[in-house]
């Protein structure tokens, strides 16, 4: 919800402006540990504009990474800057900072826009700037048909849509959504990604966490990947499969004879390996995915044969992890 500054020393208020030409985030070798327990080691990142996945699986350290930007929880060692500022000796950058945390109660006998109306008001805005701005965010996220509905009739896709509008009611520069599409119905998480889009679209940084490869992609390509408290890999999702292109790849394919289908698929030259999954399926192995998946179609219509479904089985999150650690997760 509202950022909580309340472990911060207190002292004189200070003015504050954006130090330009530096990163909106900035991590420099940031740990932190909880007694014997490391949550977080020598973490170095720097980002700007757009939008950013932060991938990982459960326990990776996103959550961690979140609550140390937002001043819950305070690095063992390193340095942390928002906007160019240490947010421990200024919290006042966290006035352009938008936050929807993976886990909250909301206030279910509320309207949305009784909700979103409080948290501008907490803001600073009168009545009438409260109440357009709450439109305003409403109609942003897709809720403006059902704004005056109770938030405990809403489903959870909906509830979520409220904690962003209620993040961006502040006109934040600055957006950090942990795990938004969790439990989310297709159509929600299709509604929710879009906005997201529209946010980084508009110039906004946006970070987005998940622990599935396939929703970040549909995002951005812009990828963090964290593993254990330390970063994995980092870059855009193809530079990032193009490390995975050392590493054997399958295709499943399901078809009504795979040994004749088989016969035509080895004829392309990125085809490194092939064996019969079962009585209908075939498996290839390619260090070469994109490239073995262009030729794949006219291949198979060639062949003559029936292909019903075409599959990735280690192209996820948890695959990947598997080659990037050497299989030691």
């Known amino acids: 919800m509202m950022p909580d500054i309340s472990q911060h020393g207190s002292g004189e208020s200070q003015e504050w402006k954006p130090v330009e030409n530096t990163p909106v985030v900035l991590f420099d070798r940031v740990s932190k540990s909880y007694g014997k327990i490391n949550a977080m080691g020598g973490v170095s990142l720097a980002i700007s504009g757009g939008v950013t996945g932060i991938l990982g699986m459960n326990g990776a350290g996103k959550s961690t990474l979140f609550k140390l930007m937002m001043g819950k929880i305070r ?8 906007f160019g500022t240490d947010p421990w000796k200024n919290p006042a950058p966290y006035s352009r900072v938008g936050f929807v ?12 826009f009784d909700f979103i109306i409080t948290f501008a008001r907490l803001h600073g805005m009168t009545r009438d700037e409260a109440t357009k701005e709450a439109e305003r965010v409403l109609k942003f996220v897709s809720l403006e048909d059902v704004m005056h509905k109770k938030i405990g009739q809403f489903s959870k896709g909906m509830r979520q849509r409220v904690k962003i509008a209620h993040a961006l009611v502040n006109d934040p520069e600055l957006i950090i959504l942990d795990e938004p599409l969790q439990g989310c119905d297709p159509l929600a998480r299709t509604t929710i990604m879009n906005v997201i889009k529209e946010l980084g679209a508009m110039g906004r940084t946006v970070l987005v966490s998940s622990h599935i490869l396939h929703e970040i992609e549909r995002i951005t390509e812009q990828i963090v990947i964290l593993h254990r408290g330390r970063i994995l890999a980092l ?14 790849h399958k295709i499943l394919l399901d078809c009504d004879n795979p040994r004749e289908l088989a016969k035509s698929i080895i004829k392309i030259n990125q085809v490194t390996g092939m064996s019969f999954a079962s009585q209908n399926q075939l498996l290839i192995e390619t260090k070469h995915l994109g490239e073995v998946h262009k030729q794949l179609p006219q291949t198979i219509i060639e062949s003559g044969q029936k292909v019903t479904a075409i599959d990735n089985p280690d192209d996820d999150l948890q695959s990947i992890l598997m080659y990037l650690t050497g299989g030691i997760l």
């Open 75 to 82: 690095a063992s060692s390193g340095a942390i800057r928002l």
């Open 101 to 112: 945390p993976e886990h909250e109660k909301l206030h279910d006998w509320m309207t949305a």
């Open 235 to 248: 870059g855009n999702s193809h530079s990032i499969r193009e490390m995975l292109d050392q590493h054997p």
